[in-house]
């Protein structure tokens, strides 16, 4: 075999193998969510800078949210279908960028591993209608330790009421 040929085999091996390494993104086929929309109908509802993030799971630029400012008393919610995901009080400021919480409400989120880019990470989404929110990550604070670092496009926050 000529050796230009052996090279360009050796790279398409090795191309091969890194593209194991890197799973599909998305939940399994067969899970259902209680809120289910058509992709076209998610595209009318968001945003085209929302749905990339939401839905194909792109990341906003760090300190672009207007959340990472929000101190009021109140619940954050999914932009995707309104389910309350976390409380204020477990809001915190992390340095990082991005509105950072160290725990989300009883059954609100579903996580999964996200390998991409030769990281190991845990991804968050909302329970209710799959929608991105962010990532979980074990360097948070107690009690729980760990910082769920969420794009603040994927959230709404609804103060609480004044009695």
């Known amino acids: 075999m000529p050796e230009d040929m052996a090279v360009k085999r050796r790279d398409f091996l090795k ?8 799973p599909a993104t998305g939940f399994a086929s067969e899970e259902q969510f209680e809120v289910v929309r058509t992709k076209a109908e998610w595209k009318e ?10 839905r194909e799971e ?25 389910l309350p995901l976390y409380e204020s009080k477990t809001k915190y400021e992390s340095g990082t960028g991005w509105p950072s919480f160290y ?14 880019l030769f990281m190991k990470r845990t991804e968050v989404h909302c329970r209710r209608c799959g929608s991105h929110l962010g990532h979980i990550f074990d360097d948070g604070p107690k009690p729980t330790g760990k910082r769920h670092c969420l794009n603040g496009v994927s959230l709404t ?7």
Do not use: Q, W
Request: hydrophobic residues 40%.
């Open 15 to 22: 191309m091969s193998a890194a593209l194991t390494l890197i």
């Open 58 to 82: 792109a990341t906003e630029r760090r300190n672009t949210s207007p959340l990472n400012a929000e101190k009021r008393v109140g619940v954050f919610h999914c932009k995707g279908c309104d």
């Open 157 to 163: 926050f609804k103060p609480a009421s004044a009695a």
């Open 103 to 116: 725990d989300a409400l009883p059954d609100a989120i579903r996580t999964k591993s996200d390998n991409t």
């Open 45 to 54: 509802l968001l945003t085209k800078f929302e749905y990339e993030v939401m």
